[in-house]
């Protein structure tokens, strides 16, 4: 089935209200529509792809593309991230069980049956096995690149933002100039950004999940035009694999311009 078909047909709480909605409401009107099916809330990918969208959020207004995101936790879990991560609440829906991402077939993520171990427990293992690289393709190398710096990437950090919320003391980005320069990607620029999510996730580890049986679990990408069809998708093979080109995450929004200008031609 057309992911838009299941996409259109699913009714889920959405965090600004609480109330169950279908989560295509109210695009009608919008020209594309981008839906995130994200793993766990407190999970890298999500903040991460959250702090992605905030940063390019000027470039699409909503009457171009209407943005929806489902992510795995209640909607506590929802109310905290949208806070964090500046995501809009009513754009943002929850699904308890992750039941949206099997109909879609994301990737369960790792899956290794070891008896005698509760699902929490068999989930944290696999895990951990999955960020050392064990049925997660990609995620060492995209670490190391977070420690190393990119020169495909933009700067991310500006240099008179101040950088808080990490174990180090406050200081400001213009301290990664220090580390060669600006303009793009320094060494340990987005190496810092994932531990600050990192440290907001464990000090509201049970907020952020309230059910650790999907940790494993991985999400997806999904562009549609305004009749439904399918311009573009992404089906994360693993941790810190959220985007085909990790250096530029939101690339595939150029396809907007493109479809936009072969429609009206």
């Avoid at 049956?113 to 060492?140: E, I, R, Y």
Wanted: aromatic share 10%.
């Amino acid at each position: 089935m057309n992911p838009h078909n299941i996409l259109q047909q699913t009714e889920l709480q959405r965090v600004s209200d609480g109330i169950t909605l279908p989560i295509l409401k109210n695009c009608e009107t919008a020209s594309h529509i981008l839906v995130l099916v994200w793993p766990q809330l407190g999970d890298f990918d999500s903040l991460e792809y959250a702090w992605w969208l905030q940063r390019e959020a000027t470039k699409f207004p909503a009457e171009k593309l209407a943005i929806r995101a489902v992510g795995i936790g209640d909607r506590t879990s929802g109310t905290k991230f949208c806070e964090y991560t500046g995501f809009s609440p009513q754009h943002l829906f929850m699904e308890p069980e992750a039941k949206l991402h099997q109909q879609l077939k994301l990737y369960s993520g790792l899956n290794l049956a070891v008896p005698g171990l509760s699902v929490s427990v068999k989930a944290w293992l696999n895990l951990m096995l999955m960020c050392a690289g064990l049925g997660s393709p990609g995620t060492l190398k995209e670490v190391f690149r977070g420690y190393r710096g990119d020169r495909q990437a933009p700067q991310l950090i500006g240099d008179d933002e101040i950088i808080q919320g990490t174990p180090l003391p406050a200081f400001k980005g213009s301290l990664f100039q220090l580390a060669g320069g600006g303009g793009f990607q320094r060494p340990f620029e987005l190496a810092t950004l994932r531990l600050r999510n990192m440290v907001e996730v464990l000090r509201n580890w049970q907020t952020y999940v309230p059910n650790s049986a999907y940790l494993t679990q991985r999400g997806g990408t999904f562009l549609f035009n305004s009749q439904g069809e399918l311009l573009y998708e992404h089906r994360d093979p693993g941790i810190l694999g959220f985007a085909a080109n990790m250096s530029q995450p939101l690339s595939f929004l150029s396809l907007i311009d493109r479809d936009t200008f072969t429609a009206t031609h």
